[in-house]
């Protein structure tokens, strides 16, 4: 463990970087994405992934096996809390009882916006049922608490809407979660490019989420790479702490009195 791992539930993680698996052109592309994106935790759609509910057809986990990689199973494709449920209980069935999942319920197929009512009703059920539950989520702080209080493992919210490459539209709603959230915050859909990376951790997050923001790219081998400087470089200036903002510099960066013409004998 490094001096400034991300922490999810109890687990220590090097990257700061989560990676989705869905919408590259086979999977060899898909495993060369991972590595140059340097993740260690992948998102799978139960519902789109083979991971061993389709004896005999190719298996994602062949190619990013569970000894190198923490599998997050995921409810992508599901509108319904009972859906969200079956699917994750299937998920775990299949990784042998990993506990770890993400949870996302959506509110209709145009936006895949989350369904928050349907949301907090599954985050209670699969609590309840020993799951670790991650949460795609809406940027609303007063929703974040309540899947907090309900006891998740980390919330997810939105940067704009999935798949739309928009980047950071509310960055304000972001910061009050991040301040008021004593679990991680990791934006989870809207990222588009690096820069919109490395926003999200200069503001505070613990960690980025994206799929198709690499998948999509030109080409998504180098994107994973400039995904993972970016997350890394904003995470660095995070920490350092950015100079304040101001309309004009009342004081040089350098001091005049040394300057020829700035006074001494």
């Known amino acids: 463990m490094n001096h400034d791992s991300l922490v999810i539930a109890g687990k220590a993680y090097g990257s700061r970087l989560l990676v989705g698996t869905g919408k590259y052109k086979d999977f060899a592309q898909t495993r060369a994405a991972i590595d140059a994106s340097g993740a260690e935790i992948i998102t799978v759609a139960i519902r789109r992934t083979n991971i061993g509910q389709e004896p005999g057809q190719p298996s994602l986990l062949e190619v990013l096996p569970p000894s190198q990689f923490t599998i997050l199973p995921n409810t992508a494709g599901c509108y319904t809390a009972d859906d969200a449920v079956r699917t994750l209980r299937l998920g775990r069935e299949l990784l042998d009882g990993h506990a770890l999942a993400k949870l996302e319920v959506l509110g209709d197929p145009q936006t895949l916006f989350p369904n928050m009512p349907e949301t907090l009703k599954a985050a209670a059920t699969l609590v309840k049922d020993g799951f670790q539950v991650m949460v795609y989520c809406s940027d609303d702080p007063i929703q974040a608490r309540m899947l907090e209080d309900i006891g998740v493992v980390a919330v997810m919210p939105l940067a704009s809407l999935i798949g739309s490459g928009m980047g950071i539209l509310n960055p304000w709603n972001l910061q009050l979660i991040i301040e ?86």
């Open 180 to 265: 008021q959230s004593k679990i991680p915050v990791l934006v989870d859909a809207g990222v588009g490019t690096a820069s919109d990376a490395a926003i999200a951790m200069e503001l505070g997050c613990d960690g980025v989420l994206m799929n198709t923001a690499i998948a999509g790219a030109q080409d998504p081998v180098m994107m994973a790479g400039a995904m993972r400087k970016a997350v890394e470089a904003g995470r660095e200036a995070y920490r350092a702490g950015r100079m304040p903002k101001k309309y004009y510099a009342a004081t040089p960066s350098s001091p005049g009195g040394g300057l020829i013409g700035h006074g001494g004998t």
